[in-house]
């Protein structure tokens, strides 16, 4: 789980996250604390999952202590 407070924040804690998982292909939580974009965090989500992940991955979107959403990429 990674606690983010804006798209930038979100960005690096997805880079991370997929370097921890690398090994053991998992999912992602974000958790977001602050009003931020999420359509543009969503862009940015897809933009650096699709660069950087060679696995299939989960994603989950949690703002405001509620699921916002949760992704899904499958690399074949």
């Known amino acids: 789980m990674k606690t983010v407070s804006t798209e930038k924040a979100a960005d ?5 996250g997929l370097k921890q998982i690398s090994e053991k292909p998992g999912g992602i ?3 977001y604390i602050n009003d931020v974009s999420i359509d543009k965090a969503i862009k940015n989500i897809a933009y650096r999952t699709l ?3 060679t696995f299939n991955l989960v994603i989950m979107i949690i703002k405001n202590e509620n699921l916002y959403d949760i992704i ?3 690399k074949k």
């Open 12 to 16: 690096s804690a997805i880079r991370k």
């Open 29 to 31: 939580i974000l958790y």
């Open 51 to 53: 660069r950087r992940s």
């Open 72 to 74: 899904r990429y499958n």
